[in-house]
């Protein structure tokens, strides 16, 4: 079917139920990808291809992140305007859990692209060490979501306060 025949009445919707369960990108360098995604930002790692891949998982899932040098080994970054991926997204539970995400990059000088309150998240953007996107967000409960006066969702970018998210303090002591 061509995707320009596709409307809302042609279209069967995916199960919602549905969920991306995992990203694996190409790295140049297998241990400074570890030691951003792991040392950084917190992840564990779960398992290792000898010198060349690395799975990295937030608790006990199997892996959230694939980290391989198969095709990339000493690589260099897509250039700009090519196609690829944007970014990847990386989901925290709680506000608290955001803003301890950014006491990890302020502890490690790594800087911020922006910084974004979206109405129904509120998200860091940065680069990780193979120039990929990373986003780190935190999604408001729904019934907090901005909607229109027809109850439809009314997303927005706004400058994302940074000093209120770093006077955050809940943390998740179950880790």
């Known amino acids: 079917m061509s995707s320009d025949r596709l409307t809302p009445e042609t279209v069967h919707p995916i199960d919602p139920r549905v969920r991306i369960g995992h990203v694996h990108l ?17 992840f564990r790692l779960t398992q290792r291809y000898g010198t060349q891949a690395a ?56 800087p911020l692209d922006g910084a974004s309150d979206h109405g129904v998240s509120e998200a860091l953007y940065l680069r990780d060490p193979d120039d990929n996107g990373v986003e780190l967000y935190w999604d408001r409960p729904p019934a907090e979501w901005p909607r229109n006066p027809a109850g439809q969702l009314a997303m927005y970018s706004q400058q994302l306060n940074l000093k209120s998210l770093l006077e955050e303090t809940e943390v998740d002591s179950s880790v």
């Open 26 to 42: 190409k790295v140049a360098d297998l241990e400074r990808s570890l030691r951003f995604y792991c040392g950084v930002l917190g």
């Open 55 to 110: 799975f990295v998982a937030a608790g006990d899932y199997h892996h959230h992140l694939g980290l391989n040098t198969w095709e990339s080994f000493g690589g260099s970054p897509p250039p700009a305007g090519s196609t690829g991926l944007y970014h990847t997204a990386i989901l925290y539970p709680t506000r608290g859990a955001l803003a301890d995400a950014l006491r990890r990059l302020l502890t490690a000088a790594i």
